[in-house]
């Protein structure tokens, strides 16, 4: 705004009354010439102080121009201010409208994909259920069975419970299964199917699980968009959350949650048509059977005897490692107590020096001086730190070799136990029941 003491360098045009000369009026003035005449005095510095009349119809001017720029830009304001609400309030419009209409085709998109799902999940407890009576047809056809050589068979199954590591496939079992060839190979087919059809029904439910998961989100979200939709500029239960206008750094995209619920029904249906498939094979399985037997008898008992003694070997060498091992665990375990003793003796010179140095700083004035002391004091204290670090660092190196030790003894008695218990199983399970084993007339069903 401009000020208003601003005199203009040319007469602006008449605004209402048109600017006339006046006529000059000559005043005489009456001389007073008396001795106590102050003639000259009383006027003295007037016509400095005053301005002249054109001056003053200037300044007036002044005043008019700058109301009248003073009221145009305020109008001018007003007319873009009514036109900046007129256009965002049509903004605020259109963006809600789309907003709404977004909102409307994602929960049209969000059905969809709920649909789809809600039919796969359908599908898929009816395969399940399917699947389910043909293990049901699995356990029959096992527990029909006939064993003619049960010894045999129990040797199998009690050498199933052999822990891992010892759980390998070696001459004792390939002789047993010579043994019992034929039955033993349906058995175990039946079990192997019996096991992927387990597997199977379990892959069934966990792929549902998933698919009814991403169900349950679907609906949730369609009933959020669906309430969020109902939303309007009336609604009374909308409020301010300046917070939610940004993304989250886990949102997903359009194109992954697509993909997401096409993929959940993908492999729904991959393991739906595998269990179809498995039901097919299992069909064709439980029509195939044979009878036919070879004794082996002697060659499993060598095998046994043999098999038992690498296991008595192998656990009296482990048994050996084992007294080492807990040798050297004392003996780190002593070495870690000195490394800490080692550190904390390092803590008193450590203290002394700090101390020193702290209570150095407080010379005064020029005597806070870097003497050779001063050196001194800094290079001891770090030579001490760097002591104690690596102390420090020797005590963790230490205690991870402990614990790596402590590792290697649990691992050491734990294969030990299972060597104590293939040890039991093979010469006190099975070796002892063999004593009992049939004959080859009455195997042969001669007697």
């Known amino acids: 705004?401009?000020?208003?003491?601003?005199?203009?360098?040319?007469?602006?045009?008449?605004?209402?009354?048109?600017?006339?000369?006046?006529?000059?009026?000559?005043?005489?003035?009456?001389?007073?010439?008396?001795?106590?005449?102050?003639?000259g005095l009383a006027t003295?510095?007037?016509?400095?102080?005053?301005?002249?009349?054109?001056?003053?119809?200037?300044?007036?001017?002044?005043?008019?121009?700058?109301?009248?720029?003073?009221?145009?830009?305020?109008?001018?304001?007003?007319?873009e201010s009514q036109s900046l609400a007129a256009y965002a309030a049509a903004l605020a419009q259109r963006t809600q409208e789309d907003s709404t209409a977004k909102l409307g085709q994602r929960l049209q998109d969000t059905h969809f994909w709920k649909a789809e799902l809600q039919r796969e999940i359908e599908d898929l407890t009816a395969e399940t259920d399917l699947l389910a009576a043909q293990k049901v047809r699995l356990e029959r056809a096992l527990d029909a069975t006939e064993v003619p050589y049960t010894i045999a068979t129990d040797n199998l199954q009690c050498r199933e419970r052999r822990q891992p590591a010892d759980l390998v496939r070696d001459q004792v079992e390939t002789e047993l299964l010579k043994e019992v060839e034929l039955i033993r190979n349906v058995q175990e087919l039946l079990k192997r199917t019996l096991m992927q059809a387990v597997n199977q029904m379990q892959l069934n439910r966990d792929h549902k699980q998933i698919c009814e998961m991403d169900w349950s989100d679907k609906v949730e979200t369609y009933n959020i968009d669906d309430k969020c939709g109902r939303y309007n500029n009336q609604s009374?239960?909308?409020?301010?959350?300046?917070?939610?206008?940004?993304?989250?750094?886990?949102?997903?995209?359009?194109?992954?949650?697509?993909?997401?619920?096409?993929?959940?029904?993908?492999?729904?249906?991959?393991?739906?048509?595998?269990?179809?498939?498995?039901?097919?094979?299992?069909?064709?399985?439980?029509h195939d059977t044979a009878e036919d037997l070879r004794l082996q008898c002697a060659a499993v008992d060598e095998a046994f005897a043999k098999r038992c003694e690498e296991m008595e070997d192998a656990k009296h060498k482990l048994?050996?490692?084992?007294?080492k091992t807990l040798k050297e665990i004392?003996?780190?375990?002593?070495?870690?107590?000195?490394?800490?003793?080692?550190?904390?003796?390092?803590?008193?010179?450590?203290?002394?020096?700090?101390?020193?140095?702290?209570?150095?700083?407080?010379?005064?004035?020029?005597?806070?001086?870097r003497d050779p002391a001063q050196f001194r004091l800094i290079s001891e204290v770090e030579e001490l730190t760097e002591s104690i670090e690596s102390l420090k660092q020797k005590l963790l190196e230490a205690e991870q070799s402990l614990r790596n030790l402590e590792d290697t003894r649990m691992s050491l008695e734990k294969e030990?136990?299972?060597?104590?218990?293939?040890?039991?199983?093979?010469?006190q399970k099975c070796m002892a029941h063999r004593t009992r084993y049939p004959v080859v007339l009455k195997l042969a069903g001669y007697q």
């Open 1 to 39: 705004m401009a000020q208003s003491g601003v005199l203009l360098t040319r007469e602006p045009a008449p605004q209402a009354v048109p600017v006339s000369e006046l006529p000059l009026k000559v005043y005489e003035a009456a001389l007073n010439t008396g001795p106590d005449s102050s003639c």
């Open 44 to 79: 003295a510095g007037f016509r400095t102080a005053k301005y002249l009349t054109e001056e003053w119809h200037q300044h007036n001017y002044a005043q008019y121009h700058q109301a009248f720029a003073d009221r145009d830009g305020s109008e001018r304001c007003r007319h």
């Open 236 to 286: 009374t239960n909308i409020q301010f959350h300046p917070s939610s206008s940004k993304f989250e750094e886990s949102a997903s995209t359009p194109e992954t949650w697509a993909k997401f619920s096409h993929d959940n029904i993908y492999r729904a249906e991959r393991e739906r048509l595998a269990s179809i498939n498995l039901r097919l094979l299992i069909d064709n399985i439980l």
């Open 319 to 323: 048994e050996h490692h084992l007294k």
């Open 330 to 369: 004392g003996d780190q375990e002593n070495n870690i107590a000195a490394l800490k003793q080692a550190i904390k003796d390092k803590e008193a010179p450590l203290k002394v020096a700090q101390t020193r140095l702290y209570d150095r700083s407080f010379r005064p004035n020029v005597e806070l001086c």
């Open 416 to 427: 030990i136990a299972v060597k104590s218990n293939s040890i039991f199983i093979d010469r």
